[in-house]
RNA sequence: GACCCCAUCGUCUAGCCUGGCUUAGGACAUCACCCUUUCACGGUGAUGACACGGGUUCAAAUCCCGUUGGGGUCGCCA
């Protein structure tokens, strides 16, 4: 049994494509649990169209997802020699011929071209019926570079790739190939043809529907895991009713045969909860150095690490991806706080508020002891003194503190904001309720 | 249009290969309730699907055929 060999062939002329991403996560995860080996072949042979900055993104987002190659990448553009051999090979038994400086293969004209797909099993292409089958193949284009379905079979059979694990839509290519295969005298590869990612639409995924690059997703604040965890399920199930599967786990249990065929539309929401359970999970440090560049993105310098590791615990339970964190816990970096309309509004119009919150925020000042615990337990005897209950009290507290109705739990807040910042904003509040009831109410 | 592929809740899916154990299971989303100082987390519950029509069979989501629907491919792009 010869072992495992597999490929992902992007081309640098674009960013890494959700799509691809995940046919090269299939092969992977297959090389890896058949102990077989990954390889990375460049297809660069479009002179044009062919970018140093996309082949450097697609290597790093691969990286990024954790899909390590075997060996190093093979570039179709280095190989031109040894297509154009292969192609006078087919020259010289009169299987192909030179036309206007391109170079044509003898498409066989009638029968059938079939063969055994690992997921739809046989399927088949009548010649005589298959219009874009009835011309003559171009292998070698006028401008000397050899074309996608020549090189493809030149190179797998030359690699020794055992399964082609490809997009569904290259079903179509298969007739093409297969020809090639038995004229230069190779044995074709397993292959084994994938549902594509759709968009809400259920036409294949693009820009139109979302971020389709795998690079947004990492900017955006997926962890990578979450990502591969999602896309594994993207036509694919362990077979019991498991959402959440590490690396290490998928390769384990990853099986090809398990592969659906039908196509599976990309779902936001989904994968943000995935990517919520793995935020939960996260060491809090790890979470922490994760999030540190999306603070410092936005001009948040923190020196601190003890503080900012309790705002990140703080904070581990609400946010869905790191990108998420500035936003949410904006105040704890700004020093001037604006207080949400809405929240205003309904939090900022009990007549007792402007005493209350001098009252608090002379409690505050003089506490010692600035850690939650105290701080509840003094700010719950003041709110009976001012015979207010918690929810009257709390809120409008919350509002004059962070500016929004919404913070994680008020006491860690105003422990982890400090004594400083509290007690002013407290004061700014109550001169703010002060100044509204004089000019009539909020 | 021709050729090819596909078809279970709105979405991702289990079950299908090896028909009965299925009043079709889980997850996301949605809704309700609980927890609670808000949001979130967590918990409980609800709504919700075998595209349709024929066969085969004692029995079909599961096998076969057709219809319909959707998608993909028809380049000297990859």
């Given at each position: 049994m010869p072992s495992v060999k597999v490929r992902f062939a992007p081309s640098p002329?674009?960013?890494?494509?959700i799509g691809s991403a995940r046919t090269a996560l299939f092969n992977w995860l297959f090389a890896r649990h058949e102990q077989g080996q990954f390889f990375l072949r460049i297809e660069d042979t479009d002179k044009e169209r062919s970018k140093k900055e996309f082949l450097d993104e697609i290597l790093e987002s691969l990286k990024w997802l954790g899909l390590d190659w075997d060996g190093e990448p093979v570039f179709q553009s280095a190989r031109t020699a040894f297509y154009r051999q292969t192609a006078e090979k087919l020259i010289g038994k009169n299987l192909a011929y030179p036309e206007e400086n391109a170079v044509r293969f003898r498409m066989p004209k009638t029968g059938k071209v079939a063969f055994q797909d690992l997921l739809h099993g046989q399927i088949e292409f009548d010649l005589t019926q298959h219009i874009s089958l009835a011309e003559d193949l171009v292998i070698f284009k006028s401008d000397g570079s050899p074309t996608y379905n020549f090189a493809v079979v030149c190179d797998d059979a030359d690699m020794g790739i055992t399964h082609v694990i490809?997009?569904?839509?290259?079903i179509s290519n298969t007739p093409k190939q297969l020809p090639l295969y038995e004229a230069l005298g190779f044995r074709p590869p397993v292959f084994c043809h994938i549902p594509l990612i759709l968009g809400e639409d259920r036409s294949?995924?693009?820009?139109r529907h979302g971020a389709t690059a795998i690079r947004e997703y990492q900017e955006a604040g997926c962890l990578s895991e979450a990502l591969v965890n999602y896309l594994s399920l993207l036509g694919w199930s362990?077979?019991?009713?498991?959402e959440i599967i590490g690396r290490d786990e998928l390769i384990q249990k990853?099986?090809?045969?398990?592969?659906?065929?039908t196509g599976a539309v990309f779902n936001k929401e989904k994968l943000e909860w995935l990517n919520g359970q793995y935020v939960r999970k996260l060491a809090i440090p790890d979470l922490t150095d994760k999030l540190v560049p999306y603070l410092e993105k936005r001009g948040y310098a923190v020196s601190d690490r003890a503080w900012l590791e309790r705002l990140v615990l703080l904070f581990q339970e609400r946010i869905?991806?790191?990108?998420?964190f500035p936003d949410l816990a904006q105040f704890f970096f700004e020093d001037k706080i604006t207080y949400n309309d809405e929240a205003a509004k309904e939090f900022?119009?009990?007549?007792?508020l402007a005493k209350a919150f001098e009252s608090y925020a002379a409690l505050l000042e003089g506490l010692g002891d600035f850690n939650t615990k105290t701080i509840e337990e003094k700010s719950r005897t003041l709110m009976k003194d001012l015979g207010m209950s918690g929810k009257e009290f709390i809120h409008p507290c919350r509002v004059a503190v962070?500016?929004?109705?919404?913070?994680?739990?008020f006491f860690e807040t105003v422990s982890l904001l400090g004594k400083e910042k509290a007690v002013e904003r407290l004061r700014q509040a109550a001169q703010f309720v002060q100044k509204k009831r004089a000019e009539g109410g909020i």
């Amino acid at each position: 049994m010869p072992s495992v060999k597999v490929r992902f062939a992007p081309s640098p002329t674009g960013f890494l494509h959700i799509g691809s991403a995940r046919t090269a996560l299939f092969n992977w995860l297959f090389a890896r649990h058949e102990q077989g080996q990954f390889f990375l072949r460049i297809e660069d042979t479009d002179k044009e169209r062919s970018k140093k900055e996309f082949l450097d993104e697609i290597l790093e987002s691969l990286k990024w997802l954790g899909l390590d190659w075997d060996g190093e990448p093979v570039f179709q553009s280095a190989r031109t020699a040894f297509y154009r051999q292969t192609a006078e090979k087919l020259i010289g038994k009169n299987l192909a011929y030179p036309e206007e400086n391109a170079v044509r293969f003898r498409m066989p004209k009638t029968g059938k071209v079939a063969f055994q797909d690992l997921l739809h099993g046989q399927i088949e292409f009548d010649l005589t019926q298959h219009i874009s089958l009835a011309e003559d193949l171009v292998i070698f284009k006028s401008d000397g570079s050899p074309t996608y379905n020549f090189a493809v079979v030149c190179d797998d059979a030359d690699m020794g790739i055992t399964h082609v694990i490809r997009g569904d839509d290259h079903i179509s290519n298969t007739p093409k190939q297969l020809p090639l295969y038995e004229a230069l005298g190779f044995r074709p590869p397993v292959f084994c043809h994938i549902p594509l990612i759709l968009g809400e639409d259920r036409s294949r995924m693009s820009k139109r529907h979302g971020a389709t690059a795998i690079r947004e997703y990492q900017e955006a604040g997926c962890l990578s895991e979450a990502l591969v965890n999602y896309l594994s399920l993207l036509g694919w199930s362990p077979g019991n009713n498991q959402e959440i599967i590490g690396r290490d786990e998928l390769i384990q249990k990853f099986e090809l045969r398990r592969v659906l065929k039908t196509g599976a539309v990309f779902n936001k929401e989904k994968l943000e909860w995935l990517n919520g359970q793995y935020v939960r999970k996260l060491a809090i440090p790890d979470l922490t150095d994760k999030l540190v560049p999306y603070l410092e993105k936005r001009g948040y310098a923190v020196s601190d690490r003890a503080w900012l590791e309790r705002l990140v615990l703080l904070f581990q339970e609400r946010i869905f991806s790191l990108a998420q964190f500035p936003d949410l816990a904006q105040f704890f970096f700004e020093d001037k706080i604006t207080y949400n309309d809405e929240a205003a509004k309904e939090f900022l119009k009990d007549g007792r508020l402007a005493k209350a919150f001098e009252s608090y925020a002379a409690l505050l000042e003089g506490l010692g002891d600035f850690n939650t615990k105290t701080i509840e337990e003094k700010s719950r005897t003041l709110m009976k003194d001012l015979g207010m209950s918690g929810k009257e009290f709390i809120h409008p507290c919350r509002v004059a503190v962070t500016g929004r109705s919404v913070s994680p739990g008020f006491f860690e807040t105003v422990s982890l904001l400090g004594k400083e910042k509290a007690v002013e904003r407290l004061r700014q509040a109550a001169q703010f309720v002060q100044k509204k009831r004089a000019e009539g109410g909020i």
